[in-house]
Nanobody
């Protein structure tokens, strides 16, 4: 069974940092493109935040570029999203996902984590 399990969410003060983890089981993450998405309270899921191809190339949306970094550890079969300089507007439920395609389209991601709530508040 293919599964992605997220961890690392929580409450952070504005300006703080947080790292989300997403462990894969049932498949080898290094062969897939990976991505992070988010859904703010009362809103639809946003487009991609950051994605990383199996060759190591990455892309992050303008709203988080320079603050968020996507990475993966093949030995641990785990992907990460390092988030710095967090703002209240970053409050959302964050989702990891994996796809055969290196794409910004949510619909092309077949495997999704369960989501992890991140709240930015003082």
């Amino acid at each position: 069974q293919l599964q992605l399990v997220e961890s690392g969410g929580g409450l952070v003060q504005p300006g703080g940092s947080l790292r989300l983890s997403c462990a894969a089981s049932g498949f080898t993450l290094e062969h897939y493109a990976i991505g992070w998405f988010r859904q703010a309270p009362g809103k639809e899921r946003e487009g991609v935040l950051c994605i990383s191809n199996s060759d190591g190339s990455t892309y992050c949306a303008g709203s988080v570029k320079g603050r968020f970094t996507i990475s993966r550890d093949s030995a641990k079969n785990t992907m990460y999203l390092q988030k710095n300089s967090l703002k209240p507007g970053d409050t959302a439920n964050y989702y990891c996902a994996a796809s055969w395609l290196f794409t910004v389209l949510n619909s092309e991601y077949e495997n999704w984590g369960q989501g992890g709530q991140v709240t930015i508040s003082s």
